[in-house]
């Protein structure tokens, strides 16, 4: 029961930053786990990041642990994601999405609700 609208995408050097917005519609935002998932061009939709409801756990992909942060701030409706030390292997479609049952889920169908996408261009 909430609607999610991406934005923050762009084009960057490698080596640069980005930081994602993710914001949700309703008032019952803190009742839902968020993930940020990201597909490449002819390629599977991967998890990228996890945050727990209150934002007490986190979990990440290992191919971005150490550069990407996720965080919430439920009383502005809004998850993000900081992205440092951007690799071109990084540019994909960014989607945030929501899960109505709580635990750490990495599986595009075990999630709820999809945003529409924003775009992630890193260049060599």
């Known amino acids: 029961q909430v609607q999610l609208v991406e934005s923050g995408g762009g084009l960057v050097q490698a080596g640069g930053s980005l930081r994602l917005s993710c914001a949700a519609a309703?008032?019952?935002?803190?009742?839902?786990?968020m993930g940020w998932f990201r597909q490449a061009p002819r390629k599977e939709r991967e998890f990228v990041a996890f945050i727990s409801r209150n934002g007490g756990n986190t979990y990440y992909a290992d191919s971005v642990k150490g550069r990407f942060t996720i965080s919430r701030d439920n009383a502005k409706n809004t998850v993000f994601l900081q992205m440092n030390s951007l690799k071109p292997e990084d540019t994909a479609v960014y989607y945030c999405?929501?899960?109505?049952?709580?635990?750490?889920?990495?599986?595009?169908?075990?999630?709820?609700?999809w945003g529409q996408g924003t775009q992630v261009t890193v260049s060599s």
């Open positions: 309703g008032r019952t935002f803190s009742s839902y786990d």
């Open positions: 999405a929501a899960r109505s049952r709580p635990g750490v889920v990495t599986r595009p169908r075990d999630y709820n609700y």
